[in-house]
Structures are given as structure tokens and as C-alpha cells.
């Protein structure tokens, strides 16, 4: 089973960037589906997460700046990342969880996922 990422770059602070999650063989309409992104010398962090009936979470830090939605006839889902900072910088990764959404302090539970795209860089820097 694989999630591919795309989307990621480098940005420059207040600019925006919009990154895809898709798979080939999972009807992502039917998974909870999360980002996270780990940043260099950081612990990994949820960032976002839509629930199989389409319900979003966000963490408080990107609430406002970032959207995620769902295309269900591209079976892809998409984080779109306005006003991005430089403490967003990090390579971000699409994951999915089979059983639906486990929220821990309002964010999908990384440990909860079952697949893992390989991820896709974004640097915001002037």
C-alpha cells in the first residue's frame, strides 16, 4: 500500500504552498487521512487530519493558515498551506489510519496510523 506525496518546496515567509497525498490502491475517502511533519532536530507533529466522513483537525499553530480537503473523484487529499512561516519548515508526511481517526489533543495520534507516504520537503525561508 503507498501514499505519495507531492507539492513540497521552498516558499518564502507569507507565500503559500499546497501539498497532495494520493494513492493507486486506497480509496482515501474511506481512511482517516493526517499530515505530520517532523522538522530537523524535532520531534514529528500532526498538523492535519480529515476523518472518512469529513471531518478536519487541525493544530492550533496552523488553524487559519492551512486547509485540508478532500477530492474524492482524484482520490487525493490536499493540504493548502497560505502564510506559511519559517517554523513550518520540515518535511511533511501523509499517513493514513484504517479504523478511522484516533484524536489526541485535537490532532489525529501519529502511533494510531497504518501507512505512511515517504514525504515531501518544504523549507520557508527568504
Known amino acids: 500500500v503507498q501514499l505519495v506525496e507531492s507539492g513540497g518546496g521552498l516558499a518564502q515567509p507569507g507565500g503559500s504552498l499546497k501539498l497532495s497525498c494520493l494513492s493507486s490502491e486506497m480509496v482515501l475517502r474511506t481512511y482517516c487521512i493526517a499530515w505530520f511533519r517532523q522538522a530537523p532536530g524535532k520531534a514529528r507533529e500532526g498538523v492535519a487530519g480529515?476523518?472518512?466522513?469529513?471531518?478536519?483537525y487541525y493544530r492550533p499553530s496552523v488553524k487559519g493558515r492551512f486547509t485540508l480537503f478532500r477530492d474524492d473523484t482524484e482520490n487525493t487529499v490536499y493540504l493548502r498551506m497560505n502564510d506559511l512561516q519559517p517554523e513550518d519548515t520540515a518535511v511533511y508526511y501523509c499517513?493514513?489510519?484504517?479504523?478511522?481517526?484516533?484524536?489526541?489533543?485535537?490532532?489525529?495520534?501519529?502511533?494510531?496510523?497504518?501507512?505512511w507516504g515517504k514525504g515531501t520537503l518544504v523549507i520557508v525561508s527568504s
Open positions: 499517513a493514513a489510519d484504517v479504523w478511522g481517526c484516533t484524536v489526541v489533543d485535537g490532532i489525529p495520534d501519529a502511533s494510531s496510523m497504518d501507512y
Open positions: 480529515i476523518s472518512d466522513d469529513g471531518k478536519a
